[in-house]
């Protein structure tokens, strides 16, 4: 073995052996915090609100992806993964076209380009949910596919309550990439619906809960952007998976049939 694989090697292993002391010492004090809420009366409320936010935004997440990065393959299997590692709601619409013919159609098609997630876009839309104020450029989650962060993002608010939404996702592929069967497309999204705001079962994060039946967005999505008429044309791959119930990063139930349709956007003119 070379130098160089040797010097690699240790620092893997010296790198995965702080994310899991980090993760043990979490734990630790999360468990510390747990047991002083019971001795020190009223504030123990504050302890315990402590203990839950180390466990949700810093144990939980490093549990899982310590046995994320050992369970879960590294290669296409049609779902998207969490942040954490999880996996994340299942891949149910690809796209042909670039990227000014998907922002031409979908803004025909009455959906909003997403915010990005950032300091003062997370705050808003807290502030929205709380207060019940429309946001109709909310920032959604981050979700991964082929190890990245999603490349757009779309979505319609229902009547002016940030907490329920459509939305769907989209990620460029790889150049010469192929679907399993060897089909081209230019993008894979991933298309849910928000039904409420809650904690997830995973991570007890506060995050949004949607609809279990994911195939309702994914027509939902498809028929919008056909009802567009400027000039999309859509293919309906059936059986491209076998119809499953499953769960998303935050614990909600999904179920799909398996079929993928292909919107093919080529044909559209360019605002490029």
Known sequence: MSLARYRISLTVVLDQFFFIFAAGAALWLAWLLFTEAFDVGWAGTVYLVAFWALLAYFVLPRVHRIFAAIYLPGYFIGRTRTSDGLLGDPVNVAVLGEQSQI???????????????????????????????????????????????????????????????HHIRLWRTPDGWLLPGGTRVDWLGAATFDRAVGFSLFTLQITHKIDADIDVERD???????????????????DFATGYHARNGGGDSVRTD????????RKIHRDD
């Open 103 to 165: 922002e031409t159609v979908m803004a025909a098609a009455g959906w909003t380009r997403a915010d990005p997630v950032d300091l003062w876009s997370s705050m808003r839309i807290v502030a929205s949910v709380i207060m019940r104020r429309s946001y109709p450029t909310a920032p959604v989650s981050p979700l991964f596919l082929f190890g990245r962060l999603q490349d757009l993002a779309f979505q319609q608010e229902v009547a002016g309550n940030p907490a329920k939404r």
């Open 220 to 238: 939902y999505v498809t028929a919008s952007v056909m009802d567009a008429d400027i000039g999309a044309e859509l293919e309906v791959m059936t």
């Open 258 to 265: 398996g079929s993928l349709p292909v919107i093919d956007l």
